[in-house]
């Protein structure tokens, strides 16, 4: 059984990022932006709706306060200080959440902080110091990630997941998007990379290194050209090849 999640509400005001109907018809649980590196309230409710009538769960994507940047760049915050941030994302989704007859199931950190987290552990330990405060919300990172050892700690679920189309170190960290390699943006890359997974729990990392993972959740993501027809591939081949897809955390309902 594997979850599939894909970042959603990436729009903001009159832009669009993504077509966030279409995955929604494809995956089980969805990464909803909460207004610090993109969405708006419009946006995070009418996400929040139309995944509760998919029965899809709603999770917080908690980032930087950084719209211009599209929270991919790294900044310093206090601790404190991001741990209020993050408490302040979940809140806000979750209001917008409740509001369409759900509410928010998990946490998931965006970009830089998704990144920075995996070996920071001040800013992982604020990242979950956030959700925290807000309640015993499972967190979804990066395997071996100093915030999944931190949520752990601190009594939350932590549930590690992998990525169908970023490319991945011989550490089994994620290549910056900077550098050659970072994705996989042929169809059958991206199910290949899906179906192993699913079946043997394998990564193969740029270098041809097979990483071992535990990953209960897949991440699909929806601002990459051809996202939709990546994910459908991906769900199909799954099914055909006998993984029940399901979310990691049932969705919420109020």
């Known amino acids: 059984m594997i ?29 909803v932006a909460c207004g610090f590196h993109a969405g708006d309230p419009s946006t995070m409710r009418r ?68 990144n920075a987290a ?17 309640g015993a919300l499972p967190v979804l990172g990066l395997p071996g990630s100093r915030l999944l050892a931190a949520a752990e700690a601190a009594g ?10 970023r490319g991945y170190t011989p550490e089994g960290a994620l290549v910056s998007r900077r550098e050659p390699g970072a994705l996989l943006t042929g169809t059958a890359a991206v199910v290949d990379r899906a179906v192993r997974l699913a079946e043997h729990g394998e990564i193969v990392a740029v270098d041809g290194t097979v990483l071992k993972t535990g990953a209960e959740s897949l991440c699909l993501h929806g601002d990459t050209p051809g996202a939709v027809a990546h994910a459908r591939a991906v769900r199909d081949a799954l099914t055909s090849a006998g993984v029940k897809i399901a979310p990691f955390t049932r969705p919420i309902r109020t």
């Not at 509400?9 to 995956?27: K, S, T």
């Not at 139309?50 to 769960?57: D, K, N």
């Not at 552990?121 to 956030?130: M, S, T, Y």
């Open 118 to 134: 995996v070996h920071h552990g001040a800013q992982a330990a604020a990242v979950v110091d956030g959700v925290k405060a807000f």
């Open 47 to 114: 996400v929040c709706a139309a995944a509760a009538e998919r029965g899809v769960a709603v999770g917080a994507q908690v980032s930087y306060r950084d719209l211009a940047g599209f929270g991919r760049r790294f900044i310093d915050v206090d601790p404190a200080e991001l741990a209020d941030e993050v408490l302040y994302q979940v809140g806000a989704l979750d209001a917008c959440a409740r509001a369409a007859g759900t509410a928010v199931a998990y946490v998931k950190p965006h970009g830089a902080l998704y």
């Open 156 to 165: 939350l679920p932590a549930v590690p997941e992998a990525f169908a189309d």
């Open 3 to 31: 979850d599939l999640n894909s970042d959603l509400g990436e729009g903001f005001g009159v832009w669009r990022l993504g077509d966030d109907d279409a995955l929604l018809a494809v995956v089980t649980s969805a990464n």
